[in-house]
C-alpha cells in the first residue's frame, strides 16, 4: 500500500521543465500618477469580459509627441502576498529618451498589443519613418495580454510596472503610468 504513494511522491518531486508551467496574467488596475500635460488617461480602465479574462479598454489621448525631449523608464515591483507592500525588482528597462525607447523597446513589444489598438506599429528592418509616438487620440479595445511576454523565471504575485516619463533637459519626473497585474502559474 505504500509502494503507490511512494511512486506518487517520486513523481511530483521530480525536476519539471520550465515548458510543464502555464503561467496566467490577469490585469487589475491601471492608474495615471500626474504627466496630464503629456497624455490623458482618464478614458482608459481594466474590465472583466468574463469571468476569466481582465481586459483594457477605453480611449486615451497623447497631448504632445512623447520624443526625444521625454526620458522613459519602466520598473516592476512585487507584493508576494498581494497586499500592496511592493518590493522594487531588478528587471526593467533602463532610461533612454523617447526616440531610442519607441525604436528599440517599444518595437520589440508591439506584438503584445497587436491588432487591440490603433497605436502606430513600427517595422525594425525598415528605416525609421517616426521616432516618437505622435500625438494624437487612440484606443485600446478588449486588450488581454498573452503570458508570451513573461520570463518563465518570473515568480508568481501582485506586481505593479511602473512607467516613468522624465524630462530629458531638467531631468524631473513629468509623470508616471502604473499598471498592476497578478501572475499566476500552474501546471499542467
Known amino acids: 500500500m505504500l509502494i503507490p504513494w511512494v511512486i ?85 528597462i533602463p532610461r533612454k529618451d523617447g526616440c531610442r525607447i519607441f525604436l528599440e523597446d517599444y518595437s520589440e513589444y508591439q506584438h503584445v498589443w497587436a491588432n487591440t489598438t490603433n497605436l502606430p506599429q513600427v517595422d525594425k528592418e525598415a528605416p525609421p519613418a517616426l521616432c516618437a509616438l505622435p500625438k494624437g487620440d487612440y484606443w485600446v479595445k478588449d486588450f488581454a495580454p498573452d503570458a508570451s511576454w513573461v520570463p518563465p523565471v518570473v515568480p508568481e504575485g501582485f506586481w505593479r510596472m511602473t512607467w516613468h516619463m522624465y524630462s530629458a533637459v531638467t531631468d524631473e519626473l513629468e509623470g508616471q503610468v502604473r499598471l498592476f497585474i497578478r501572475v499566476k502559474k500552474d501546471i499542467f
Open 8 to 92: 506518487i511522491g517520486i513523481w511530483l518531486a521530480r525536476p519539471t521543465p520550465i515548458s510543464s508551467f502555464v503561467i496566467e496574467v490577469q490585469m487589475d488596475r491601471i492608474e495615471q500618477i500626474g504627466g496630464e500635460h503629456l497624455l490623458d488617461l482618464s478614458g482608459i480602465r481594466v474590465r472583466k469580459y468574463n469571468r476569466t479574462l481582465s481586459v483594457i479598454n477605453g480611449t486615451y489621448s497623447i497631448v504632445r509627441d512623447l520624443d526625444e525631449s521625454l526620458a522613459f523608464t519602466v520598473t516592476v515591483a512585487r507584493s508576494a502576498l498581494g497586499n500592496n507592500q511592493f518590493n522594487e525588482y531588478p528587471m526593467k
